[in-house]
Nanobody, 124 residues
Framework: QIQLVESGGESVRAGGSLRLSCLGN????????MGWFRQAPGKEREFVAAISKKDGRTKYADSVKGRFTVSRDNALNTLYLQMNGLKIEDTATYYC?????????????????WGQGTQVTVYS
């Protein structure tokens, strides 16, 4: 099992940057593939980015490629999402998620554990 706590969400002007963090359990974090999802009002939760537990492979949604970077620090039990060049359409609640799978699956059903979410608002 793993408990996840996100932080770092706030309001930012379009074009700006934010770094989200997700803190997991000390003894189990390294055994999970970790990911970020987001959900805007009235929309379904969607995949943003993820990093594998095995070899650090990453995967990104097309909408964030080249702007967002996902990383992890197993020594600190922390997952990060560096978001640059933020756009108004990036406004959403961002969720950290954990999967026992090695492969990165972009659908929500394969992710067993979720954080409570952190709000990112991008304004013009």
């Amino acid at each position: 099992q793993i408990q996840l706590v996100e932080s770092g969400g706030e309001s930012v002007r379009a074009g700006g940057s934010l770094r989200l963090s997700c803190l997991g359990n000390k003894n189990t974090f390294q055994y999970f593939t970790m990911g970020w999802f987001r959900q805007a009002p009235g929309k379904e939760r969607e995949f943003v980015a993820a990093i594998s537990k095995k070899d650090g492979r990453t995967k990104y949604a097309d909408s964030v490629k080249g702007r967002f970077t996902v990383s992890r620090d197993n020594a600190l039990n922390t997952l990060y999402l560096q978001m640059n060049g933020l756009k108004i359409e990036d406004t959403a609640t961002y969720y950290c998620a954990a999967s026992i799978l090695i492969d990165i699956i972009m659908t929500t059903g394969e992710w067993s554990y979720w954080g409570q979410g952190t709000q990112v608002t991008v304004y013009s």
